[in-house]
């Protein structure tokens, strides 16, 4: 019997879909305001965007071959049928809603495919993408996934991210006022972060009413700002052990209802430049799943709610 602990993607998706899904990333070619000058040319400081390129991926191919590509991987490794396509790179949202529709339709188009999910930024979502996004939603599975990151905006700042705390609330009530489906992507160990700065975020994540998370730990990659500090000594990076703790003191500040995506990142390892523990994904995650055990925690503990909430059907999604 699964000792269930957190809600995952794996037992949402078989409660939505009846099997087992999974999500191919792909590369779109999208660009991004705080790289082409509209809101700056820096880039985030802890962004190297080679850094998230499928591991599939191959210069020069369209949308449908590396839809072959991926799936063909991921049928061999998982033994799925089902996919969701993922389009990851810089800022889906940011550029014309036709273009969009056009990489969309590819990925949609794909044999087995159930839904899509689209990565973008608080601050680029434009009316008229919005209505696109809308339309989309109606028509098949949709999870728009926002870099929050946190909501410290001392901590966005020195992040350059170029955007508010107050940006981010504003652009869920926008996503939940059309229905669609969201998630937030939350990094835990940046310069500056805490166990205050932890809880804090947990708790702007509940109000932001988002159906999903994705946690990561600060990992530093080559050609960035924050590898530039780093070597420079200006900071020192978490342990494991200690971002483990942070996971779990989020998650227990974490309602059940909510679909954890993610509970640790990777980049490859060519570009990594640390930790050196983040490259063992599986390790890190023994370490969570095991201390929750042994501590006998779960998601939503803290906010008084019993483990068995997370047996309870997902809410706030419409029929497929």
């Not at 999500?23 to 880039?43: I, Q, Y």
């Not at 790179?89 to 839904?115: F, H, I, K, Q, R």
Request: proline share 4%.
């Amino acid at each position: 019997m699964e000792d269930k602990r957190i809600r995952n993607l794996n037992s949402f998706f078989r409660h939505i879909f009846g099997r087992k899904v999974k999500k191919v990333c792909l590369w779109g070619g999208f660009t991004c305001p705080n790289r082409d000058g509209t809101f700056s040319s820096r880039g985030c400081t802890f962004c190297n965007p080679l850094s998230s390129r499928p591991k599939t991926y191959e210069e020069g191919k369209s949308i449908v071959q590396q839809m072959e590509n991926g799936c063909r991987y991921i049928s061999r490794r998982y033994n799925v049928n089902s996919f969701l396509p993922y389009f990851q790179d810089y800022t889906t949202t940011y550029g014309d809603p036709n273009e969009l529709d056009s990489l969309c339709t590819e990925a949609l188009s794909y044999p087995g495919t159930v839904g899509l999910s689209l990565c973008t930024r608080p601050d680029c979502l434009e009316e008229s993408m919005l209505d696109y996004l809308e339309k989309l939603s109606g028509e098949t599975f949709l999870w728009v996934e926002i870099g929050v990151q946190t909501s410290d905006d001392r901590i966005l700042k020195d992040m350059n991210r170029r955007h508010t705390s107050l940006d981010t609330m504003n652009a869920f009530k926008a996503l939940h006022a059309r229905r669609i489906f969201s998630a937030a992507h939350m990094i835990i160990g940046y310069p500056g972060s805490s166990v205050e700065t932890v809880l804090a975020d947990a708790e702007f994540v509940r109000k932001t009413g988002t159906n999903g998370v994705k946690l990561q730990n600060l990992h530093v990659v080559k050609n960035t700002v924050i590898a530039n500090r780093f070597a420079a000594g200006e900071f020192e990076l978490m342990t494991m052990e200690d971002y483990a703790d942070m996971v779990i003191l989020f998650l227990e500040h974490t309602e059940p209802r909510v679909v954890i995506l993610r509970l640790t990142g990777e980049a490859p390892e060519e570009l990594t430049v640390a930790p050196e523990w983040s490259l063992h994904k599986m390790i890190v995650l023994n370490r969570i799943h095991g201390e929750m055990q042994r501590r006998d925690t779960w998601q939503g503990k803290a906010l008084g709610f019993n483990r068995s909430s997370l047996n309870s059907p997902p809410d706030n999604i419409r029929d497929i």
